[in-house]
């Protein structure tokens, strides 16, 4: 291995500081770092991970932004399935690693590298997400994973890196974080058992709001446009401003317990308030524009689409035909969603918009209608329930 390119995924965080010094120092390689920014920094962070890389000894450091293509790729369809991985989760960084992953990979090809390294653990989701997209984009590079490798500890890394002299926060390293533009995980001790939630400290954003406030989310063609009446015109760029705004109250913080790749259980905590905030506001206008069968057929779709990109598999060209389905359901779905935000909660209000099928012109569910009359609903109703009605009479049970 000795002075050979080793290109390694790198966040700044523990798990991959440990990594630079071991590929550098114990396995002798020339070790090239690689950020993919999917939203989660900001220009002084990366200016610092960037800093800290070249500290640690990295031959080279490079930031790919990939903010937009992430949203233009990934996170818009989430929105459109208002996905939710077991009806808790919005997929804050399984969603990311595709995208990152396959950045990486293409950073490493560019720079012929002998290998190609990520700092996953041996029993989470991350390992095979990097894992398949490395294979498939550059399969003559060998995958090195330390962490993996070693089966290391979070306090065995600290120990580690302690002894090579490094200075970092090891009482905050005590928790594994992955901030992006979809939201932020964060594992801990508390996480690795059934029982235990993260304490308030744990979280990145602290919650500094008590009173509550009046927020309007503006749609066109299913994507966010406008948050309080402020337009983007990059949809990304809307929903950092909406985690600015709402992340202080607390909202969209939990622990997912799912099932992983590898066929354990799971617990992770994770923050996600702008991500909640889009899809809740984003389902309750489909509510009223789609149709019933618009609607189930999309939420069939965007299940097994959640799941599919969860383990990993976004290349699958079956993906593409899923998103196609997806973008045709979004034409009106056009409209302001009325919200309150509030100490770890939100209510939705209601909307408007120019094709609310719930138009007052066809009556009032409950109370009356305008377009049809009494015998109409006596005729449909016994054509309707036709065929039960012969299944009893047919088989004595009425």
């Known amino acids: 291995m000795e002075n050979k390119k080793v290109v390694l995924a790198y966040s700044g965080g523990l798990d991959t500081s440990y990594c630079v010094k071991y590929l550098k120092d114990d396995k002798g390689l020339e070790v090239h770092s690689v950020l993919v920014n999917t939203g989660g920094f900001t220009k002084d962070e990366l200016v610092e991970v960037e800093k800290r890389a070249y500290e640690l000894g990295v031959k080279s450091h490079t930031t790919v932004e990939e903010t937009e293509n992430y949203y233009q ?3 818009k369809y989430l929105i459109y399935g208002n996905i939710l991985k077991n009806s808790t989760y919005p997929l804050s960084v399984s969603a990311e690693r595709v995208s990152q992953a396959i950045a990486i990979a293409k950073h490493a090809k560019s720079l012929n590298a002998d290998y190609i390294a990520h700092g996953s653990t041996g029993a989470g989701n991350d390992q095979v997400r990097f894992d398949m997209i ?3 984009f550059l399969p003559e590079a060998e995958i090195i994973t330390p962490i993996r ?3 290391l500890s ?25 901030k992006g533009l979809w939201g932020t995980s964060v594992g801990g001790k508390e996480t690795l058992t059934s029982n235990g939630y993260l304490p308030e400290s744990a979280f990145p954003t602290q919650v500094t709001k008590d009173k509550a406030e009046e927020l309007t989310l503006g749609f066109e063609n299913g994507e966010l446009k406008t ?3 402020k337009r983007f015109d ?9 985690e600015t705004l709402a992340g202080p109250f607390g909202i969209g913080r939990d622990i997912h317990v799912g099932d992983t790749i590898i066929g354990i259980k799971g617990r992770v905590g994770f923050e996600a308030a702008a991500a909640l905030l889009t899809i809740k506001a984003h389902q309750a206008l489909e509510k009223h524009v789609l149709t019933k069968w618009q609607i189930y057929w999309k939420d069939q779709i965007a299940a097994f689409y959640g799941n599919w990109l969860h383990e990993g598999q976004f290349m699958d060209p079956v993906m593409r035909d899923m998103e196609a389905m997806m973008d045709s359901t979004q034409q009106n779905v056009t409209g302001k969603v009325f919200m309150t935000l509030l100490p770890y909660r939100y209510q939705v209000n209601g909307i408007e918009s120019d094709h609310d099928l719930m138009s007052a012109k066809f009556g009032h569910y409950g109370e009356m209608n305008k377009t049809w009359s009494g015998d109409d609903v006596k005729g449909f109703a016994k054509i309707f329930g036709n065929q039960n009605a012969i299944y009893h009479q047919v088989n004595g049970d009425s």
Do not use: C, P, W
């Open 73 to 75: 790729s990934v996170v």
């Open 134 to 136: 490395f294979q498939s």
């Open 149 to 151: 490798d070693l089966q």
């Open 154 to 178: 979070r306090e065995e890394e600290i120990a580690y890196l302690k002894t090579k002299g490094v200075e970092m926060d090891f009482e905050k390293a005590a928790y594994s974080i992955n």
């Open 227 to 229: 948050v309080n009446e």
């Open 234 to 242: 990059k949809s990304h760029e809307a929903i950092q401003y909406l």
